[in-house]
């Protein structure tokens, strides 16, 4: 999943539309469904604990935060409009609509949103998103518990005013809090389920264009159900989504080709195959996929010259056209290509920031064995053994199966063992940092380099190979902080730490999801938010 922030100027020009236009339509909604795939279950229904996207693609669809992407455009959700902004860009005030409803009848307000942001940033609450809220009044200290939750500058003004005030100006505020995160929880039915809330469709309540049914916790399915309460339900014309999970994409294909998926998603050969129908596309993601490697695991994977040896070993190319085989393509760094923009100069961070250190990420095996001999000798040790870690998809143990040759074959005396497992469950090793070498992927919550560079800083939950440096720390909270509302100077200091970041090959670069699917071509007006959230209110599908 994602953050949220923001904005200085982003090109939105991955923003893909499955095959229409953004737009809504007049036509009747009366048995208009969509049936499409997941790669893996819900982790949780919970805003404050959803860490993947698969999750924040459910809550999307079933919440409404104050603010909602139509496409690239920032429109009001749950708020009449956008925000009021003070003159020193630090107060934030949201004017509410007033017949917004739970699913359970009761009404949304203000106080609603100031409990589910205070939780949020709450330690008790034990949020992996937490951090999130940093650059909002007092959340550091009470995210640190040196400050009540109630401190947190974000507070309801009445019934249907909610004011948010900040430490420093945010200029990607807006756009950061239409993250899933923020979306608002019924309090009366947190205290109704403990610990049981948001963990089943029953023990969850929804203010969105939908109702979640049908999902046990656990559930390979579920549907979403149009909700009648929602304050823009007319605009809603699929009265049902339903959802599968699907991991092989040969079963994709035979799901797709027997009518019973009107979207699925494609990989390797079985995606190449299919790239002449006519309902094949390709959306381009604003999301990364990497390795980190976790030195405190593996003590040589802290070497540089190591690090940098397992970078030039892998032919991205190759790995791309021979195991992926949609529209990816090869990285040297994590923020994605045509993501932001300089306003001032139209310059791409990604491809401004890959310049110095793109030869970190060539493929060059005569350098990689060079730099791997002389690795082991500053190390004094005779070879590397680790474990590679990744999801159980066809296409991640396909990838594991790649790099453990790709590595084997260029490096002498590498020993490299292979680990599958359950999204889930990748997840939950990762962030308590049991894994070697993980390959971990990420995906803009908002067009911002900085929802991906923040993932590197040293406290940061979301930083699995506990990488560290000094500088790259202070650079990054430079950009939130005295160098915020400099276009310049934040671009200098995002770009700055990207490139520290590739030097000491902190992680390792692999692609740019290019998601290949094959949609009917009865669907309309389907669109795609920076954050790669699908939007279905508009949406039509009249076979």
């Given at each position: 999943m994602k953050k949220k922030p923001l904005w200085l100027g982003a090109s939105l020009a991955t923003l893909v539309v499955l095959l229409a236009a953004c737009g809504s339509s007049s036509s009747s909604s009366k048995g208009q469904s969509i049936t499409r795939m997941s790669k893996d279950v819900i982790a949780t229904m919970d805003a404050a604990q959803a860490t993947d996207a698969i999750s924040g693609q459910v809550l999307q669809d079933t919440g409404a935060g104050l603010?909602?992407?139509?496409g690239k455009k920032l429109e009001a959700d749950a708020a009449t409009k956008r925000a009021t902004v003070s003159k020193d860009q630090k107060?934030?005030?949201?004017?509410?609509?007033?017949?917004?409803?739970?699913?359970d009848g009761k009404p949304v307000t203000a106080q609603d949103f100031q409990y589910s942001w205070r939780r949020l940033a709450d330690p008790k609450t034990k949020s992996e998103y937490a951090y999130i809220t940093t650059g909002i009044k007092n959340a550091d200290a009470v995210q640190a518990g040196k400050k009540p939750a109630s401190t947190l500058g974000a507070k309801a003004i009445g019934k249907y005013k909610f004011q948010v005030k900040l430490d420093t100006p945010m200029p990607y505020f807006e756009s950061m809090i239409t993250l899933q995160v923020f979306n608002p929880v019924e309090k009366a039915a947190v205290d109704k389920y403990g610990k049981k809330y948001g963990t089943t469709s029953k023990t969850t309540t929804y203010n969105g264009p939908y109702v979640l049914t049908g999902w046990n916790g656990s559930s390979n399915s579920w549907t979403e159900k149009k909700n009648p309460k929602y304050w823009d339900a007319k605009n809603v014309?699929?009265?049902?989504?339903?959802?599968?999970?699907?991991?092989?994409?040969?079963?994709?294909?035979?799901?797709?080709?027997?009518?019973?998926?009107?979207?699925a998603i494609l990989s390797g050969d079985t995606a190449a195959q299919m790239k002449n129908d006519s309902a094949y596309n390709t959306v381009t993601q604003g999301r990364t996929t990497y390795l980190e490697m976790n030195a405190k695991r593996v003590k040589a994977l802290g070497n540089e010259n190591i690090r940098k040896a397992?970078?030039?070993?892998?032919?991205?190319?190759?790995?791309?056209?021979?195991v992926l085989g949609d529209g990816s393509k090869p990285v040297s760094q994590p923020v994605p290509y045509d993501l932001f923009q300089n306003v001032d100069n139209k310059k791409d961070f990604a491809t401004d920031a890959s310049k110095k250190y793109a030869s970190n990420s060539k493929y060059d095996p005569a350098e990689?064995?060079?730099?791997y001999k002389q690795g082991l000798k500053e190390l004094g040790i005779k070879n590397v053994s680790f474990t590679l870690l990744s999801d159980d998809t066809d296409v991640a143990k396909s990838t594991l199966e790649y790099l453990q040759g790709a590595w084997t074959k260029a490096l002498p005396g590498i020993k490299v063992s292979t680990k599958s497992v359950p999204f889930k469950t990748r997840v939950s090793l990762s962030l308590?940092?049991?894994?070697?070498?993980?390959?971990?992927?990420?995906?803009?919550?908002?067009?911002?380099?900085?929802?991906?560079?923040?993932?590197?800083?040293?406290?940061?939950?979301?930083?699995?190979?506990?990488?560290?440096?000094?500088?790259?720390?202070?650079?990054?909270?430079?950009?939130?902080?005295?160098?915020?509302?400099?276009?310049?100077?934040?671009w200098n200091d995002l770009k700055q730490a990207d490139e520290i970041l590739a030097d000491q090959q902190g992680v390792i670069g692999l692609y740019q999801t290019g998601e290949a699917h094959l949609t009917k071509k009865t669907i309309k007006h389907m669109t795609y938010s920076p954050g790669n959230m699908i939007n279905f209110v508009g949406a039509t599908n009249k076979k």
């Open positions: 603010l909602r992407y139509h107060t934030y005030t949201f004017t509410l609509r007033k017949d917004l409803k739970w699913s014309h699929v009265t049902s989504i339903k959802t599968q999970v699907v991991k092989e994409a040969t079963t994709a294909l035979n799901l797709y080709q027997d009518g019973k998926l009107d979207d397992l970078s030039l070993s892998i032919n991205r190319k190759e790995f791309i056209k021979k990689a064995d060079k730099l308590a940092h049991n894994a070697d070498v993980v390959v971990s992927s990420w995906q803009a919550d908002f067009p911002d380099a900085i929802s991906f560079l923040d993932l590197f800083t040293s406290d940061n939950s979301y930083n699995m190979g506990q990488w560290s440096n000094a500088k790259y720390d202070q650079l990054i909270k430079a950009s939130k902080t005295t160098d915020a509302t400099s276009i310049s100077k934040r």
